[in-house]
């Protein structure tokens, strides 16, 4: 069974539009993440969730929304989708959120925007 | 800023040699992981080395930590065609509210030749 799932694996989309990544975890964690990784394969943090509460906040733009409607569920939704958007966004969970937890990480989803 | 810097950025060698890859960080820190990403795959957690460890094995992993240095290094010992992904190193460190922030460094390229 898949730990950490999202969905789509893959979403082309036009500019302007407003899509919604989707991540489920079945590990019994109680905190999510998402993560941007850009063309350089570089990862960023976007936001963290314990518990349902929203503990990290990067300086993200305000069109991205996540909504977290229980502890195993962690969703993305985008506004206004721009270029730039495009790149490999990865949900991955963890037991706690101290300084020495393994986070396990999803298949990630893969946006393109044109 | 980012906070890791891994050294080389891509890296090239025979199956059976040793694979060495580096990382340098810029702050405090309470932990380093080692996370590996396969070609269009999420990342997987290879190890984790305490602030207060210098030396930490996995099999053929062997994590290094010198905090003075800012630094660490991961070896990959006898290596193997199956070895071949992305290694990134990720700093855990506190948030200005008490969450374990992970930062992500740039990654190396690993490519093991059969």
């Known amino acids: 069974d898949t730990a950490v799932s999202q969905t789509p694996k893959y979403l082309v989309t036009q500019m302007g539009n407003d899509k919604s990544i989707k991540c489920e975890q079945n590990?019994?964690?109680?905190?999510m993440y998402w993560y941007k990784q850009d063309s350089k394969k570089f990862l960023k943090i976007m936001f963290s969730?314990?518990?349902?509460?929203?503990?990290i906040n990067e300086t993200v733009p305000n069109r991205f929304s996540p909504k977290s409607p229980d502890k195993a569920h962690l969703n993305l939704h985008i506004n206004s989708l721009e270029l730039g958007d495009s790149a490999v966004y990865f949900c991955?969970?963890?037991?706690?959120?101290?300084?020495?937890?393994?986070?396990?990480f999803g298949p990630g989803t893969r946006l393109l925007v044109l | 800023s980012q906070q890791g810097e891994e050294d080389p950025q891509a890296l090239s060698i025979q199956e059976g040699e040793n694979a060495t890859m580096n990382c340098s960080y810029k702050t405090s820190i309470n932990n380093l992981q080692w996370y590996r990403q396969n070609s269009g795959r999420g990342l997987v957690h290879l190890i984790l080395i305490r602030s207060n460890e210098r030396e930490k094995h996995s099999g053929r992993l062997r994590v290094t930590l010198d905090t003075s240095k800012k630094s660490s290094s991961l070896l990959i010992t006898a290596s193997r065609a199956a070895d071949t992904a992305s290694y990134f190193c990720?700093?855990?460190?506190?948030?200005?509210?008490?969450?374990?922030?992970?930062?992500f460094g740039t990654g190396t390229k690993l490519q093991v030749i059969p």
């Open positions: 990720a700093t855990g460190a506190r948030n200005s509210g008490g969450y374990q922030k992970v930062t």
């Open positions: 991955a969970s963890s037991q706690g959120s101290g300084v020495r937890e393994t986070q396990y």
């Open positions: 590990l019994g964690h109680d905190t």
């Open positions: 969730y314990n518990n349902k509460e929203l503990i």
